[in-house]
């Protein structure tokens, strides 16, 4: 396939080879699926990959940096879940970020400072 990059300034016309086990689909459909997972591993894998830290990180067995990426995810479930439960009670959410400068680690602080008070802050919303 011949794809033509009509802003670059060198090499507008690249050669690539895609392989695929989907016959049927149409050269259109099969270059967007391509693209489309390059975008999410030069994208999304990137930057996981830095906020995790994993590049820092050498490991001789796989399972132990399987185990890492594991735990990190589960962390930020558990993030997304707070973060849920915070933001449908707007007054302990506001007062959670009230006078802090919005950096992971001041916002991940001041979560364990709420979580050590939960019951007491759920409590005097009810």
């Not at 990426?69 to 007062?95: K, N, P, Q, S």
């Not at 001041?110 to 019951?119: D, F, G, M, T, W």
Request: one cysteine or more.
């Amino acid at each position: 396939m011949r794809e033509h990059y009509p802003k670059r300034k060198r090499d507008r016309t690249v050669t690539c080879w895609i392989v695929t086990t989907d016959v049927q689909l149409p050269l259109e459909e099969v270059r967007e699926a391509a693209h489309q997972r390059w975008q999410i591993e030069n994208g999304i894998f990137k930057r996981i990959s830095h906020l995790a830290g994993t590049k820092t990180f050498y490991f001789k067995d796989h399972r132990q940096f399987f185990n890492l990426l594991r735990l990190f995810f589960a962390a930020m479930a558990v993030l997304d879940c707070i973060m849920c439960m915070l933001r449908a009670h707007t007054l302990l959410f506001a007062a959670l970020r009230v006078g802090i400068k919005a950096t992971w680690r001041n916002v991940f602080s001041r979560i364990c400072e709420a979580l050590y008070e939960l019951p007491c802050a759920f409590g005097s919303l009810t």
